[in-house]
């Protein structure tokens, strides 16, 4: 599997008949960087930095582990190093920003988890500044790590937990992240496994992706039902010009006789 060549953009529909954009099943959406920065600073001037952060994180998870599932349902792969890859990729495509891994050594089975990276053209960065004032004095890419931590956590089956040690969003040259597995020994990934709250969040990820492919075979069988339907129409409407054909039908009265 080739990323510059993956199938997965080929699954994207934009239906403007009904009015939704699809990857395969799912439904997506096209959000404007700055409406979403907007949305950023209300949450932050009526709940509070922190609860903004916890919010927009889980909500970062809740898009990487989403993702991840996708992945794993649509494509053939050999490993899941060879899944874990398409995070960063996703992320371009999905223009949030671009990722550079620095260093990687991925052993989950041995409990390895070592991971370094930079972003550049981080979304989140750019509306943080452009809305939030003053500058941070801390990491602001709260989506954008939610999202990888998400990723990586439903791609590997560990519990994986991305920070930032430099940001753009406030004042730093680059956007540095780091990732880990949860161990508790650093105290980074212990910080972070209050934020997420992990096992809340992928009991709910799991109820809803369960109801949400219900769903999606459903409609997928309805609409398949129409297109059969629709196919029998036409084949009957055919079947009625070809019998009527275009000549005139000429009858004949019988006189009334009388009595």
Same mark, same amino acid.
């Given at each position: 599997?080739?990323?510059?060549?993956?199938?997965?953009?080929?699954?994207?529909?934009?239906?403007?008949?009904?009015?939704?954009?699809?990857?395969?099943?799912?439904?997506?959406?096209?959000?404007?960087?700055?409406?979403?920065?907007?949305?950023?600073?209300?949450?932050?001037?009526?709940?509070?930095?922190?609860?903004?952060?916890?919010?927009? =994180?889980?909500? *970062? #998870?809740?898009? %990487?582990?989403?993702? $991840?599932?996708?992945?794993? @349902?649509?494509?053939?792969?050999?490993?899941?190093?060879?899944?874990?890859?398409?995070?960063?990729?996703?992320?371009?495509?999905?223009?949030?920003?671009?990722?550079?891994?620095?260093?990687?050594?991925?052993?989950?089975?041995?409990?390895?988890?070592?991971?370094?990276?930079?972003?550049?053209?981080?979304?989140?960065?750019?509306?943080?500044?452009?809305?939030?004032?003053?500058?941070?004095?801390?990491?602001?890419?709260? =989506?954008?790590? *939610? #999202?990888?931590? %998400?990723?990586?956590? $439903?791609?590997?089956?560990? @519990?994986?937990?991305?920070?930032?040690?430099?940001?753009?969003?406030?004042?730093?040259?680059?956007?540095?992240?780091?990732?880990?597995?949860?161990?508790?020994?650093?105290?980074?990934?212990?910080?972070?496994?209050?934020?997420?709250?992990?096992?809340?969040?992928?009991?709910?990820?799991?109820?809803?992706?369960?109801?949400?492919?219900?769903?999606?075979?459903?409609?997928?069988?309805?609409?398949?039902?129409?297109?059969?339907?629709?196919?029998?129409?036409?084949?009957?409407?055919?079947?009625?010009?070809?019998?009527?054909?275009?000549?005139?039908?000429?009858?004949?009265?019988?006189?009334?006789?009388?009595?």
């Amino acid at each position: 599997m080739a990323l510059p060549k993956s199938p997965l953009l080929d699954l994207l529909r934009f239906d403007g008949a009904e009015g939704t954009i699809r990857w395969k099943h799912r439904r997506m959406l096209l959000l404007d960087a700055d409406a979403m920065g907007l949305l950023r600073r209300e949450l932050i001037d009526t709940l509070g930095l922190a609860a903004a952060k916890r919010i927009l =994180t889980r909500f *970062g #998870y809740a898009c %990487g582990y989403r993702d $991840a599932l996708t992945s794993k @349902e649509l494509l053939q792969w050999k490993d899941q190093h060879e899944l874990w890859k398409l995070g960063p990729w996703l992320h371009a495509q999905e223009g949030v920003g671009l990722c550079r891994v620095l260093h990687s050594r991925v052993d989950t089975a041995n409990n390895i988890f070592e991971v370094e990276g930079e972003w550049f053209n981080s979304y989140e960065a750019e509306q943080h500044r452009l809305h939030i004032e003053p500058i941070s004095d801390s990491p602001v890419c709260w =989506t954008l790590t *939610g #999202y990888g931590s %998400g990723h990586s956590s $439903a791609i590997f089956g560990r @519990e994986v937990f991305y920070y930032e040690k430099e940001c753009q969003g406030k004042g730093d040259k680059r956007c540095l992240i780091v990732g880990n597995l949860a161990d508790d020994k650093i105290e980074e990934a212990r910080n972070l496994k209050t934020l997420y709250k992990v096992e809340n969040i992928e009991t709910e990820l799991s109820r809803l992706v369960v109801s949400l492919e219900q769903n999606a075979r459903e409609l997928q069988s309805e609409r398949e039902k129409v297109g059969s339907l629709e196919i029998q129409l036409a084949h009957l409407q055919e079947a009625i010009t070809q019998g009527a054909g275009t000549d005139e039908l000429v009858g004949s009265a019988i006189p009334n006789s009388g009595t």
